[in-house]
């Protein structure tokens, strides 16, 4: 799943430099928080570097141009945003989307208010998941749109404002299919696998590197 937890952490923004007849600009960026951004960064002979809100974002080369692919968190407010490279500040507008709200009620109270023992061991597996997702590798993704992990029903989407029991917890940041227990699953993109895990909230998880911060 991909940005972030873009576990299949899925891209989508406008910027206010990037080439209107740019096909990865037309595929990726829509401006919504949650989304991705795609900021021209110009020509050069070497790939630049940029960051966003301190770290490193994908940087990917289209044509004769330089492109920042960057992923805008959930958390982030409608308005002015902007990335660092070569000692300029590059900006980008995110715009307004409002996401759908799910209300489920669980019997398992656990998981919507863990007892101390079950807060040890989430924020433990937090940490894990965290260095996981600050990974950044050199290389660069074979794909940016990314491939259905398997082929089923999508049964929740990604951003859906989550209240548990009457409860608002962290919206969700991944896109869930449904398929029997068992059925064979493919990784979205070619990619190095970093971290796996059993995990308090996920379940069984697996964490793919694709290339340059990009991870599902």
Aim: hydrophobic share 40%.
């Amino acid at each position: 799943m991909p940005r972030f937890f873009a576990p299949l952490l899925l891209l989508c923004l406008t910027t206010f430099n990037a080439h209107a007849d740019s096909y990865i600009t037309r595929l990726l960026n829509k401006p919504v928080p949650g989304g991705v951004a795609v900021v021209d960064l110009g020509a050069a002979a070497q790939a630049p570097k940029a960051t966003y809100q301190g770290k490193p974002v994908l940087v990917v080369k289209e044509q004769n141009n330089w492109l920042a692919i960057v992923g805008v968190p959930l958390t982030v407010k409608p308005g002015a945003q902007q990335i660092s490279s070569g000692g300029r500040n590059l900006p980008f507008t995110v715009g307004n989307k409002k996401y759908p709200e799910q209300r489920i009620t669980l019997k398992n109270k656990q998981q919507v208010n863990p007892d101390q023992s079950n807060l040890k061991r989430i924020e433990g597996e937090l940490a894990e998941q965290i260095k996981a997702y600050r990974s950044f590798s050199p290389n660069t993704p074979s794909n940016l749109l990314l491939d259905k992990p398997v082929n089923g029903p999508l049964s929740s989407k990604f951003g859906v404002r989550r209240f548990f029991n009457g409860e608002e917890r962290n919206p969700h940041a991944g896109l869930d299919f449904a398929v029997p227990a068992g059925t064979p699953i493919k990784t979205p993109a070619a990619g190095k696998v970093i971290l796996t895990g059993n995990y308090f909230f996920n379940g069984n998880t697996v964490f793919v590197d694709h290339g340059q911060g990009f991870i599902s």
